[in-house]
């Protein structure tokens, strides 16, 4: 589960009511804040290349009428301008070239589909990566193997129990572990711990 916060105290107040819903549910949970994550195209479908980023200290101002248009992209990203327009009661022109700044300005890094990929007989997995070792050359080997690999979809740096989660689409389990091993053959003594965890079903949702 993630969600974003403007604070450790806003974070706090989030986790406390989420526990206490569930208390029989989430007997044990582990905390991570995420310092970057991207998505990935599903190259293993579709032959379109697909570049990490990297996190920027930076800060975006946005004000009401972008959290408005943003807000309808969240529930449907391939909501038309003029829809958007209409909803948000901003001119299309408007709505364009504020969607357009929110893309420029890295705000809005790209729109994509949720897909059930079971129906075409995939897998879906995410690993948990701790490393023994940090250095930006550590750093860019990692973003490299999931931009050359074209079943990784999604990537993610955080700092807690785990430094790096990766998901991984695969025909089979075997395939899953044969990326793997390339993965840790890749790092070597660098990857100090991995751990699976496979997806049966996800959903979306708005905050």
């Avoid at 948000?88 to 300005?105: F, G, Q, Y």
Wanted: net charge positive.
């Amino acid at each position: 589960m993630e969600f974003p916060v403007k604070s450790t105290r806003e974070f706090r107040k989030k986790q406390t009511n989420i526990v206490s819903k569930y208390p029989e549910v989430l007997v044990h949970h582990e905390v991570g804040i995420n310092t970057f994550q991207q998505r990935l195209n599903r190259r293993y479908l579709y032959d379109i290349p697909s570049k990490i980023g990297s996190p920027t200290e930076e800060t975006i101002n946005i004000d009401k009428k972008d959290l408005a248009i943003i807000e309808v992209l969240k529930k449907n990203s391939r909501t038309s301008t003029t829809e958007i327009a209409r909803q948000v009661k901003l001119p299309t022109s408007t709505v364009a070239n504020r969607i357009k700044e929110l893309k420029e300005n890295g705000v809005i890094m790209g729109f994509s589909v949720q897909m059930d990929i079971s129906k075409f007989d995939y897998h879906s997995f995410k690993a948990f990566i701790k490393m023994s070792n940090f250095s930006e050359e550590i750093d860019k080997k990692i973003k490299m193997f999931c931009e050359q690999n074209p079943n990784v979809v999604y990537f993610l740096s955080s700092v807690g129990r785990w430094d790096y989660e990766v998901d991984i689409d695969a025909e089979s389990h075997e395939q899953y572990r044969k990326i793997l091993r390339q993965f840790k053959n890749l790092m070597g003594k660098d990857v100090a711990e991995v751990e699976t965890l496979e997806i049966f079903s996800s959903y979306r949702f708005t905050y």
